[in-house]
């Protein structure tokens, strides 16, 4: 709505200095929705790349690196009783921080004990491939944070910005009314310009029109009464 007033009142400039100050706020106004509009959907889209990230990534740490561990261990607990309970695998639906915290503990555990490990099966690059892929893990949630924040603050700054420029469209339309209010195509351009439903926030919705009211019932024949007894005689 802000943009579209703004292209109208840019194309019907006038020398009043309010009128021009007012126009220049408008400007300035909706070049920051620009950049923060960008900001945005840049966010949006980093978030969305990063968890998509993390979630491949976090299959290969427990698939190809958890799981390994885990079963060593399983198998040679009975000749090494000090690895029992150490290398608890962490269930596939472990939220993000609580399986990052449990593959980073796994790998401490696992560089501590790594040379009696290392007699098991565990492999030679090990430790440093587990080491990098818990690294990129967390590189992905923190870039999967920083990008959420960058969208979300992005959009409350579109919030502000929309209200402010809200009041200087209502400003605007005072100046309207008083230069083009016998003018009905200019007022018709300009009622267009301002008057666009939306976007809606959360929580609100549409009006919705009121029912119309339900016709009254009819009522119905009268019954004609059954003839008596006698009668019938």
């Given at each position: 709505?802000?943009?579209?007033?703004?292209?109208f009142?840019?194309?019907?400039?006038?020398?009043?200095?309010g009128?021009?100050a007012v126009?220049?706020?408008?400007?300035q106004?909706?070049?920051q929705?620009?950049?923060?509009?960008?900001?945005?959907d840049?966010?949006?889209?980093?978030?969305?790349?990063?968890?998509?990230?993390?979630?491949v990534?976090?299959?290969?740490v427990?698939?190809?690196?958890?799981v390994?561990?885990?079963?060593?261990?399983?198998?040679?607990?009975k000749?090494?009783?000090e690895?029992?309970g150490?290398?608890?695998?962490?269930?596939?639906?472990t939220?993000?921080?609580?399986?990052l915290?449990k593959?980073?503990?796994?790998?401490?555990?696992?560089?501590?004990?790594?040379d009696?490990l290392?007699?098991l099966?565990?492999g030679?690059?090990?430790?440093?491939?587990l080491?990098?892929?818990?690294?990129a893990?967390?590189?992905?949630?923190?870039?999967a944070?920083?990008a959420r924040?960058?969208?979300?603050g992005?959009?409350?700054?579109?919030?502000?910005?929309?209200?402010?420029?809200?009041?200087?469209?209502?400003v605007?339309d005072?100046?309207?009314?008083?230069?083009?209010?016998?003018?009905?195509?200019?007022?018709?351009?300009?009622?267009?310009?301002?008057?666009?439903?939306?976007?809606?926030r959360?929580?609100?919705?549409?009006?919705t029109?009121?029912?119309?009211?339900?016709?009254?019932?009819?009522?119905?024949?009268?019954v004609?009464?059954?003839?008596?007894?006698?009668g019938?005689?």
């Amino acid at each position: 709505m802000a943009r579209r007033v703004l292209e109208f009142v840019l194309a019907h400039p006038q020398t009043d200095t309010g009128y021009a100050a007012v126009v220049t706020r408008l400007q300035q106004e909706v070049a920051q929705a620009d950049t923060a509009g960008v900001q945005q959907d840049s966010g949006i889209e980093r978030e969305h790349a990063a968890i998509g990230r993390r979630t491949v990534l976090r299959d290969a740490v427990r698939s190809q690196h958890l799981v390994r561990l885990s079963r060593i261990v399983k198998r040679a607990a009975k000749e090494h009783p000090e690895l029992y309970g150490r290398f608890t695998l962490p269930t596939h639906n472990t939220p993000n921080r609580g399986f990052l915290n449990k593959a980073k503990s796994m790998l401490a555990t696992a560089t501590e004990m790594k040379d009696v490990l290392s007699t098991l099966g565990l492999g030679d690059t090990f430790i440093d491939e587990l080491t990098q892929a818990v690294a990129a893990l967390e590189g992905a949630t923190t870039d999967a944070h920083v990008a959420r924040n960058d969208h979300v603050g992005a959009s409350a700054q579109l919030d502000q910005i929309a209200s402010v420029a809200a009041v200087d469209v209502s400003v605007l339309d005072t100046f309207v009314k008083r230069i083009y209010g016998n003018d009905p195509m200019t007022m018709a351009a300009w009622q267009s310009a301002k008057n666009i439903a939306g976007p809606f926030r959360k929580g609100e919705e549409a009006e919705t029109p009121e029912p119309a009211p339900a016709p009254e019932p009819v009522a119905p024949p009268p019954v004609p009464p059954v003839p008596s007894a006698a009668g019938q005689q």
